[in-house]
T-cell receptor
Framework: QKEVEQNSGPLSVPEGAIASLNCTYSDRGSQSFFWYRQYSGKSPELIMFIYSNGDKEDGRFTAQLNKASQYVSLLIRDSQPSDSATYLCAVSGNYGGSQGNLIFGKGTKLSVKP | GAGVSQSPSNKVTEKGKDVELRCDPISGHTALYWYRQSLGQGLEFLIYFQGNSAPDKSGLPSDRFSAERTGGSVSTLTIQRTQQEDSAVYLC????????????????FGPGTRLLVL
């Protein structure tokens, strides 16, 4: 059973702080990793994806991937109240294999306090 | 361009009735996915269509659930003899998923259909 694990939270950080969200996955053959943000009552929207070990930065967001340790994280710098949402980690199966769907974690709820 | 659209946005039905949920993917996207999200829960994969290949139905929870995709575009998810535990948000996503282009695995979600079975 391929699994993606996230701490459900809530993770509470003060405005302006760095929020760190973590995710571990069980399938060592996983190739692609995604972070989605989901506001309450809304559908998930993509924040960023990462394929290679190391860091990938996009604005205030940095995704970090460590395939050896099978974890991926998302850092949000200068957190804003508008960042308050549930963050979903998603992992795709072996690239080129038959599995086409993403496996999602249950999400971490982030609350940024003014 | 237009994103993924789903209809209806909300559906209330009585236990035992059949329902049909529709998804219109982003134009040109070959892959289409259905997920279910119960209140406060994560996304549960239901079914995946890729081009003309046989769909991956491994996530369908029971034989009351079925889906089809006509002409490689619009998809319909059908739930027969609905039960109260079927109440959830049903999300559709699409991706272009062309071979050799990893970034095109990115899935774009529709707004969802909120299903309530009384």
């Amino acid at each position: 059973q391929k699994e993606v694990e996230q701490n459900s939270g809530p993770l509470s950080v003060p405005e302006g702080a760095i929020a760190s969200l973590n995710c571990t996955y069980s399938d060592r053959g996983s190739q692609s990793f995604f972070w989605y943000r989901q506001y309450s009552g809304k559908s998930p929207e993509l924040i960023m994806f990462i394929y290679s070990n190391g860091d990938k930065e996009d604005g205030r967001f940095t995704a970090q991937l460590n395939k050896a340790s099978q974890y991926v994280s998302l850092l949000i710098r200068d957190s804003q109240p508008s960042d308050s949402a549930t963050y979903l980690c998603a992992v795709s199966g072996n690239y080129g294999g038959s599995q086409g769907n993403l496996i999602f974690g249950k999400g971490t709820k982030l609350s940024v306090k003014p | 361009g237009a994103g993924v659209s789903q209809s209806p946005s909300n559906k209330v039905t009585e236990k035992g009735k059949d329902v049909e949920l529709r998804c219109d993917p982003i134009s040109g996207h070959t892959a289409l996915y259905w997920y279910r999200q119960s209140l406060g829960q994560g996304l549960e994969f239901l079914i995946y269509f890729q081009g003309n290949s046989a769909p991956d139905k491994s996530g369908l929870p029971s034989d009351r659930f079925s889906a089809e995709r006509t002409g490689g575009s619009v998809s319909t998810l059908t739930i027969q003899r609905t039960q109260q535990e079927d109440s959830a948000v049903y999300l559709c996503a699409s991706s272009s998923r062309l071979a050799g282009y990893r970034h095109q695995e990115t899935q774009y979600f529709g707004p969802g259909t909120r299903l309530l079975v009384l």
